[in-house]
Each structure stands twice: as structure tokens, then as C-alpha cells.
């Protein structure tokens, strides 16, 4: 195991996040931040209660979600995607480093930028409304699963395109929408039976569910369910790299 | 000094059915200069990528310092150092922490006042602190050669180093690579032109077509190169050679009317002197003299249009 080849990855990429440290930390504070100026005060003003919780704190885990993912997928893909496109791939290929090496670099700075950030949110929304968390390590543990499940599907994203608007569409037209339809601002039993229905196909349904539930002990379905879909999602994001560099697919020629 | 990289039917076919390399073997000694000659698209760059694990051989075998490069890549990448033909950097990093990654992705750790002296030697010492993206192409060159050379490796693949490079900047580079190879790193430098080999090579490796058609001693290619022929041209054609220039070994052409010595330039004395008198004494009239040298271009072109054939 060449363990300092992972560190040496994993502390350049922490690098360029350091080194643009305001943008990476400012662009989510104002984001939690106009979140809660629309639907806090605008909306929270109608529903002031979601299932024993106030509205501006339900929607917290939601908007830590939205953050943690997108950022998770856009940090790794970008940050694999980029050695392919400028060229410096050559010394990846060249050096005497696993692919599991430089996943591990690779993903978990991107899942350690995206835990950055979700503390950052939980803290600027600390700041607007009280959370009380009711089970801490089961958020932490959803948290974490969630930060490298991501990191390591932005990770195939960027092994994956051929551009950069290949880089953007995934996260654009698939993420943010399941996000968004996933309960993060509202809960599923508020939606019409039919969509209740329609929405358990939604896998990201289950992962907020099951971070909001680590928060309040409300879930839209059971937290058990959570924990093996986000196992699951893990577990199909580690295969698919496997496959990746089994057959040296898009990176070797 | 024993073999470090040994290449033994190597072959690589692409995607696309071209055959890049269609069965190459050679052997590369510990410490010398290995320049590999050949034309745009001779697969010099493939070769290349699939000994340091860059492209996957389709077939064949390849061994660095004794280690197979695709079972036990590991231990074959450890003492290898490549310098890309295409210029490729972090735009936005310093010049040194480029470096320091590269250690780094080797698996070695600090050592600060190595690299310091790496960049001394390759003149990037005051611009350590620059960003990449404000070199010249010629100090991009070398901050890539600084990279390859920082984890201490045994053998070094430059590829193209001098392409696009000015005459004194390749004047440079000619030295690095010769403090190097007193160091004792092995080199294996890829070019078309046929005067780098020339220069700082110890032997030269030909390749066209994906095939290796010589792989020689500069020297013995520079005997081949510095003969020379001498036509003599008489007025009054010969049916056999006067026994008194038997010595000069001539050769009778165009029946008789011409005569061919060939010489080395390199000799004690070319001999062309005591041929003239001896023709006089002989009494053969001379109608004109040539002199014609095979260059290393043309020994080249030779072999290419050999292996086109
Ligand atoms: N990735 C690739 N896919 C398909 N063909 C390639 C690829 N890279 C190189 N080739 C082809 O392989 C041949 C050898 O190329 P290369 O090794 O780059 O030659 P050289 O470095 O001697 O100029 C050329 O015909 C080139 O077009
Ligand atoms: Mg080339």
C-alpha cells in the first residue's frame, strides 16, 4: 500500500479547496441562507409545523443533504476529470499507485470538503432556528456514508465524461431533481397518495429520510430502510469504480 | 552492467485494429543513453506508454530492473521516470509543490534539499515559486523533467524532449541529460531528429512502422557514417586493376572508365595521397575526382525504406 501516495493526493486536492476557501464556504452560506429566507419566512409563515417540527428546522437536513451531495459529486468528479482533461493523468498511470490508491485520494477529499461544508450549513442554520439532535452518531454515520457514497459517484462521473458538459449533466438533470422531489423540503405524507407512491422510487427519498430522522425521529419510511439503501448505493458506486479500472474503461487507451 | 529494460515481443494493437507495435524486443544496459529514432507515428510514444503503464501491451513482455511491467508494476513504476512528449501541468500550482507531489505519488517521503538541488540543476530554483502556467514551454519542459527525476529513479523516458524546443534550450537539455547519465541514470530519449541521437547518444535504436529495424552502437554507426568514397574518373577506361593498387582495394565500375576507393575519414590517414601518386606511376590519366559520404540520414532513410518495402 502506498500510503503516501494517497496522502500526497489527498492533501493536493484539500489544497485547492483551502486555497479558495472563502468561495468553497461562502457559496453555501448564503445559499442556507436564502433557503431560509424563502422558505422559512415565506413559506414557514403558512405551515408552521411539520410532524412535531417546526418548519425552518425541517427542512435543515434537507438543505445539508442538497448541499452535501451536489458538492460531494461536483468536487470529485472535477477533481478526477481535470488531470484527465489537462493531461497530468500520465503521472497517475505512470506512478507506482493502485487505482484503490487514488480513489481513496481522490474521494475522500471530495467527501471530506462535502462534510466541511454540511458542518458549516448546520452551524449558519443554527444561527435562524434551534435543532436539537436526537440521535447524533446515527446523523454522523448517515452523514459520512453519504459524503463518500457521493464523492465516489462523482468520481465515476468525472472517470466517465468526456467533457465538460458531460461533467455537469448528471448532476444537473439527475441529482438536484431527486433531491429536490426527495423530501427535502417537505415530507412525503404532505404530497397526494398517488405521488406518495411515485416518490418511494426515488432512492434519494430514503437517504433524506433517514438523515432527518437522526435529527427529529420523524422518518417517511423506516430508518432501517435508509441505512441499507445508503449501504446499497455505497455498494454499487465501489463496483462500479472496481469495474472502471478493471478494464482500464475511459482512462488507459 | 547488466540489462534494466528488457522488451521481448511487445506488442500493442489499439482500439481501433492499428497495429502501433507489432513485436518489438531490445534490451536497454544500466546507464547508458538509448536514443529511439524514427519518423512521426513510428510507435516510438506507444512503446514508451506501455513500458511505463501508461497503455496496456496487447502482448509480449517488458521487464524494468528485472520486474515485469504488468504483473509486478509496482516494482517496475518505482524506478521509472517519465517525461511526456505533450507538455502537461496544473496551470494554477507552484512550480515546487508540483514537484513535492510527484515524490509524493511515488511513495517517498520529504526530502526537501534533494529537490532543491534537482531544481538548482535545471535552472527552476528562483522560479519555485511561480506558478506553472507563467513558464515558458522550455521551463514547462523542465519542471516535467524535474518531476520525473525527483523520485530518484534508475531509469528515465524523455520523450521527444527537444521538440519544439530552441537550438540553445536543446543545448541545455543535451547537458542535463549527460549529468544524468554520469549519475548513473539510464536514458531512453525518443526523437526524429537524427543529429540529438548523434549527439549525446551511446547507442541508437531505429523504429518504423511499430518495428525496431536496428538497434546499434553509436560508434559502429558513425564508422558506417564516416566512410567515405572516392571516385575517380579516368580518360582511358581499365580492364583490370593495375596489381600495384591492389592494396587500395578499388572497385571497377562502368567498365573500366571509372574507379571507387573507399576510405574512413576517422583513420590515421586517409591514403589519398599515395592512391594519386600510385595512379601517376601507373600512368592512368585522370579525368576527375568525387568524393561522396553516406550520412547517418541516409544510412536512416535506407533502413526505413527497407522496412517500407
Ligand atoms: N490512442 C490511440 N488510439 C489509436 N491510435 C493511436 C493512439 N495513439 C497513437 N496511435 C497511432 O499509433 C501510431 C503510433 O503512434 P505514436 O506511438 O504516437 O508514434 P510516435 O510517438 O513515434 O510519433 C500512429 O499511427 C498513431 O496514429
Ligand atoms: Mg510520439
Known amino acids: ?47 408552521e409545523e411539520v410532524e412535531g417540527v417546526s418548519y425552518g428546522a425541517f427542512i435543515v437536513p434537507g438543505l445539508i443533504m442538497l448541499s452535501v451531495m451536489t458538492q460531494a459529486i461536483s468536487n470529485a468528479s472535477f477533481g478526477i476529470y481535470f488531470p484527465k482533461f489537462i493531461g497530468t493523468i500520465y503521472e497517475h498511470l505512470s506512478a507506482p499507485v493502485s487505482s484503490f490508491e487514488i480513489v481513496t485520494g481522490y474521494v475522500g477529499a471530495a467527501a471530506t470538503k462535502s462534510l466541511v461544508i454540511g458542518a458549516v450549513i448546520l452551524m449558519t442554520a443554527r444561527l435562524f432556528v434551534e435543532i436539537e439532535i436526537m440521535h447524533p452518531s446515527m446523523m454522523v454515520v448517515f452523514l459520512v456514508m453519504i459524503c463518500i457514497s457521493f464523492a465516489l459517484f462523482g468520481f465515476i462521473i468525472g472517470i466517465w465524461s468526456e467533457n465538460f458538459q458531460q461533467l455537469q449533466l448528471v448532476p444537473l438533470l439527475v441529482v438536484t431533481p431527486l433531491v429536490f422531489l426527495g423530501g427535502a423540503f417537505y415530507s412525503v405524507s404532505m404530497l397526494p397518495p398517488a405521488w406518495q407512491v411515485v416518490t418511494l422510487f426515488n432512492p434519494v ?46 482512462i488507459k487507451s | 552492467m547488466g540489462a534494466i529494460v528488457e522488451v521481448e515481443n511487445l506488442t500493442k494493437t489499439y482500439k481501433d485494429g492499428l497495429i502501433a507495435l507489432g513485436g518489438v524486443s531490445f534490451t536497454i544496459e544500466a546507464g547508458e543513453i538509448l536514443a529511439l529514432l524514427g519518423p512521426n507515428g513510428a510507435g516510438k510514444t506507444t512503446l514508451i506508454s506501455a513500458l511505463c503503464g501508461i497503455t496496456a501491451p496487447s502482448g509480449g513482455h517488458a521487464r524494468i530492473g528485472g520486474h515485469d511491467v504488468v504483473r509486478d508494476w509496482r516494482a517496475a513504476r518505482r524506478l521509472v521516470g517519465l517525461v511526456p512528449q505533450e507538455v502537461a501541468l496544473e496551470p494554477f500550482e507552484r512550480v515546487i509543490n508540483t514537484v513535492r507531489f510527484s515524490r509524493g505519488l511515488f511513495g517517498k517521503g520529504r526530502d526537501e534539499a534533494l529537490i532543491e538541488r534537482i531544481l538548482r540543476q535545471l535552472s527552476l530554483w528562483d522560479k519555485r515559486n511561480a506558478s506553472t502556467r507563467e513558464l515558458s514551454g522550455g521551463m514547462k519542459r523542465r519542471v516535467l523533467i524535474a518531476k520525473a527525476l525527483c523520485h530518484e529513479p534508475r531509469v528515465l523516458f524523455l520523450d521527444e524532449p527537444t521538440a519544439g524546443v530552441d537550438v540553445e534550450l536543446r543545448r541545455d537539455m543535451w547537458e542535463v541529460v549527460r549529468e544524468l547519465k554520469a549519475q548513473g541514470v539510464t536514458i531512453i530519449l525518443t526523437t526524429h531528429y537524427i543529429e540529438e541521437a548523434e549527439a549525446i547518444a551511446d547507442r541508437v535504436a531505429v523504429i518504423n512502422k511499430g518495428e525496431i529495424l536496428l538497434v546499434e552502437n553509436k560508434a559502429n554507426l558513425m564508422r558506417r557514417m564516416g566512410r567515405k568514397t572516392l571516385r575517380i574518373d579516368l ?45 601517376a606511376r601507373e600512368g592512368l590519366c585522370l579525368r576527375d575526382i568525387e568524393t561522396r559520404q553516406s550520412s547517418l540520414e541516409e544510412i536512416f532513410v535506407g533502413l526505413v525504406q527497407e522496412g517500407a518495402a
Open chain 1, 1 to 47: 500500500m502506498n500510503l503516501r501516495a494517497i496522502w500526497a493526493i489527498y492533501t493536493y486536492e484539500m489544497k485547492r479547496f483551502f486555497r479558495t476557501i472563502f468561495e468553497s464556504l461562502l457559496s453555501p452560506v448564503i445559499s442556507t441562507t436564502l433557503y431560509f429566507v424563502v422558505f422559512g419566512a415565506a413559506i414557514g409563515g403558512r405551515i
Open chain 1, 205 to 250: 427519498v430514503y437517504l433524506i429520510s433517514g438523515f432527518r430522522w437522526a435529527f427529529f425521529g420523524v422518518a417517511d419510511v423506516s430508518p432501517g430502510f435508509s441505512l441499507a439503501a445508503v449501504a446499497v448505493f455505497f455498494a454499487l458506486c465501489l463496483a462500479a469504480v472496481w469495474v472502471i479500472f478493471r478494464t482500464g474503461y475511459r
Open chain 2, 235 to 279: 580518360v582511358q577506361p581499365v580492364d583490370t586493376v593495375p596489381e600495384a593498387l591492389a592494396a587500395y582495394d578499388l572497385e571497377r565500375i562502368e567498365e573500366g572508365a571509372a574507379l571507387l576507393y573507399h576510405y574512413d575519414t576517422r583513420g590515421d590517414g586517409t591514403g589519398i595521397t599515395r592512391l594519386l601518386q600510385a595512379l
